[in-house]
């Protein structure tokens, strides 16, 4: 099965900051990865799936780049309401695998 | 608006098996394949297993595989999650979520809460 792996797993940031995030696919999985943002005591949300399509609705702070089998969620600018624990999902074919999540906090 | 909505909280003795309900509503049920994701307490998410809806085909991550058993009733467009030979390693949130193919996981139900307990 496809390894992902995720990181760091914890970041602290100032607000206004630029955060990257990164995921790295043990094998090609073309750009069928996805991430989500999940609060503490909340439900995973959909921000970006394609390596780079945003869902509607989520800032334009947020955005993904591919480059080989490696993916990175970058926030342009940190934001409190941030504060939120993302994950990377690959899902070209099943086991449809997380990363094992990034917690990003504000310093 | 499109909704998933679950069932409510289990407790399970060890050994026991557990079934969970994920409702859909505001979209055609057939469309989207329901998969089935788990998190244990301060632990990140992990993939059990995924149904399509409109064939009855499913499919599991390996460490499930003998004891998920996932189904649909097209007549009340309800999604089942079946975990068999309870331990306590599977206490953990539950929850469905929507997926079509080359997308992710867009709608996902509130989590049920399965407890394995002596």
């Known amino acids: 099965d496809v390894q992902m792996t995720q990181s760091p797993s914890s970041l602290s940031a100032s607000v206004g900051d630029r955060v990257t995030i990164t995921c790295r696919a043990s094998?090609?999985?073309?750009?069928?990865l996805a991430w989500y943002q999940q609060n503490p005591g909340k439900v995973p949300r959909l921000l970006i799936d394609v390596a780079s399509t945003l869902q509607p609705g989520v800032p334009s702070r947020f955005s993904g780049s591919a480059f080989g089998t490696v993916f990175i969620l970058t926030i342009s600018s940190l934001q409190p309401e941030d504060v939120a624990t993302y994950y990377c999902?690959?899902?070209?074919?099943?086991?449809?695998?997380f990363g094992g999540g990034t917690k990003v906090e504000i310093k | 608006q499109v909704q998933l909505m679950q069932s409510g909280a289990e407790v399970r003795k060890p050994g026991a098996s557990v079934k969970v309900s994920c409702r859909a509503s505001g979209y055609i049920f057939d469309t989207f394949d329901i998969n089935w994701v788990r998190q244990a307490t301060g632990q990140g998410l992990e993939f059990m297993g995924y149904m399509k809806p409109d064939s009855g085909e499913s499919g599991s991550a390996q460490k499930f595989q003998g004891r998920l058993t996932m189904t649909r009733d097209t007549s009340t467009n309800t999604a089942y999650m079946d975990l068999s030979s309870l331990s306590f390693d599977d206490t953990a949130v539950y929850f469905c979520a929507r997926k079509r193919f080359g997308e992710g996981m867009d709608v996902w139900g509130q989590g049920t809460t399965v407890t394995v307990s002596s």
């Open positions: 094998q090609d999985i073309s750009n069928y």
């Open positions: 999902q690959k899902y070209d074919r099943a086991p449809l695998t």
